[in-house]
């Protein structure tokens, strides 16, 4: 069982580059221990900026920085930094067109029993909605390195979301399948398409690989890029399949669920079913445990498509 | 020599222009701000056309954004554009001189209009010009309206716990906003001592002096160790007894009566300085 998280991940990428980038500058708001971002604040103290709990100060701050060629990331739970510095990000990162890459961390229901003001469910309909933003969510490790090694070398905001806890690994070290804002397939069946994002990819090929002793072939795509959706990805995946699934951890509203039915009704009509965290506070507990409640484990998304086929 | 007095009232003529031909604008903002404007971009700051790329220029935000027609009539001066091209085009369709500043045009270097954001943006731009060890500084304009904006303090604790010598923000104290004054509104009497209480250096002039904001932008020089705040104190809709300190006047458009009579107040009040 993999122990490392995206956020160490992420952490020592932006170490790496740090090193031999002194653009490269990473702001907290007093969140850089929830961010695992203490090293880089050790190491790097003249790249990195505090501002205490104020994350519109935060957003801004960073813009600023972008603005004179500096390289922001700015790291903040993702509950806050997607609704408290919200028109930040879409005045001074998006609409100013600043190289503002923006940290979710412990996105989703990471935070688990701290309630919904410490959940982001909403962030992905909130960040996809604002022009010029793009929104990402890297599945295990070794894709939130690829990822971002691809941001580093690009110079438009983007929003990044993380999970606070270790995931099972999707892929493997060096092999890793990866290409900038295109999907990666996971698996491939010819009965059911899924589609899933983050921390949900893993229990998606779970249940692909649970639904195949059953005699259910399914492909599972990894839509890492929510925002730009590989749209042709998608539909090329969507081809022939009786059923589309999408699973995330997030709002049923404005989420991948959406926009993989906007793409396939305009295209390639057909069954889409949306697995996702319900539009109310959900229930108490760890994400595991919240995630099997409504349906989003490896029994819960095989079950949705063997009942659906 | 440049007579800035005398040109602060030509280009409150060119905003007047700008607003009758577009039908929109921040008019008395306009007015109360231009000193400020004439002042930083002829007097205090190290920008042209010529060295807009130049990482080592000044920078400016417009906090109070919906005061851009002054933003254009300086910058249009400067050569950045044309006037004409500021007139003909203000607020029409497809334009690129749209009511707040946009930085598809050039000379202006960050989109603003939601109050609020201007200072800690100016934060991360001085910031940065102090990592990069750059001879730089920082200028951000704000409208005392906008100092109700709770992001506009979390910007002013920012700016001191970097000692950020490099920034110099303004405050356009005009007294008024869209639905009545300040004290009225919310009352912002005690900026400069908040603004001290939060560490910074405060000078308090007379806004409409072009003369006084010039003194105050080269005394800010001066300071080290922390970032300093001019209260400029202004008349909004100054230039013309028909618009000046009437709140009214927020966005009001001219009539063609009242514009007959601004536009002869301006023109008196700039031969008069000449």
Redesign the interface.
Known sequence: MNKITNRQIACEVLSEHARVD?DV?VLCSDSRGSASLAPFAKEFP??F?E??I?E??L????????????K?YAASPASFVSTRSY??AK??CA????NVKLIGISGGVSYGALGMSHHSAQDIAAMSAIPNMRVYLPSDRFQTRCLFEALLKDESPAYIRLGRNAVEDVYAEGNCPFEMDKATTVCEGSDALIVACGEMVKPAADAAALLKTQGISATVLDMYCVKPLDAAGLLNAAKGVKLVVTVEEHSPFGGLGSMVSQVIGANDPKKVLNLALPDAPVITGTSKEVFAHYGLDAEGIAKTVRENL | MQNLKALSYKLRRDVVEMIMAGKAGHIGGDMSVMETMVSLYFHAMNISPENRNDPNRDMFVLSKGHCVEALYAVLAEKGFFPIEQVIKEYSQFGSKFIGHPNNKLPGIEMNSGSLGHGLPVAVGMALAQKMDGRPSRTYVVMGDGELAEGSVWEGAMSATQYALDNLCAVVDRNRLQISGTTEEVMHQDSVEARFKAFGWNVLSVDGNDIDAMNAAFDEARTVKGKPTLIVANTVKGKGSPVMENKAGWHHHVPTAEEYEQIMKDLEAHEKEVL
């Open positions: 002194r500058v003249a790249q900026v501002v205490g104020a519109q100060d957003v801004g701050i960073a813009a600023g920085l972008a603005k004179c060629g500096k922001p028109e930040q005045v001074d609409y100013s067109n600043t």
